[in-house]
């Protein structure tokens, strides 16, 4: 059975860091993926990893101050993030995909396996 859970998160001021981690078993996923809501709003796509490549996306409003990263051993993606905003205040979720076109990465509906999430709070 694959599945992800997560770890981590929690509440900090503004400028803070934090880290979320997501561990991942059963088969290995081609791709795999930080995503946050917000109260009222949409899901939506922060960070992706593309596991075989290494290869590594930002949405802009995160680049510069989170980074993705996997511990292949492990099987653990991380979301290391800085300098965070009030603005990043959200329910965070990872998600996991074996197939897809690089287009589509950043897009919700097209991860088949998600993790639990966990809150992040950033206070100003």
């Known amino acids: 059975q694959d599945q992800l859970m997560q770890s981590g998160g929690g509440s900090v001021q503004a400028g803070g860091s934090l880290r979320l981690s997501c561990q991942a078993s059963g088969y290995r996923y081609n791709w795999l993926g930080w995503f946050l809501q917000a109260p009222g709003k949409e899901r939506e796509g922060v960070a992706v990893i593309d596991t075989p490549r290494g290869a590594t996306y930002y949405a802009d409003s995160v680049k510069g101050r989170f980074t993705i990263s996997q511990d292949n051993a492990k099987r653990t993606l991380y979301l290391q993030m800085n300098s965070l905003k009030p603005e990043d205040t959200a329910m965070y979720y990872c998600?996991?995909?074996?197939?897809?076109?690089?287009?589509?990465?950043?897009?919700?509906?097209?991860?088949?396996?998600w993790g639990q999430g966990t809150q992040v709070t950033v206070s100003s």
């Open positions: 998600a996991g995909r074996f197939i897809g076109e690089a287009a589509t990465m950043f897009i919700p509906s097209d991860y088949h396996d």
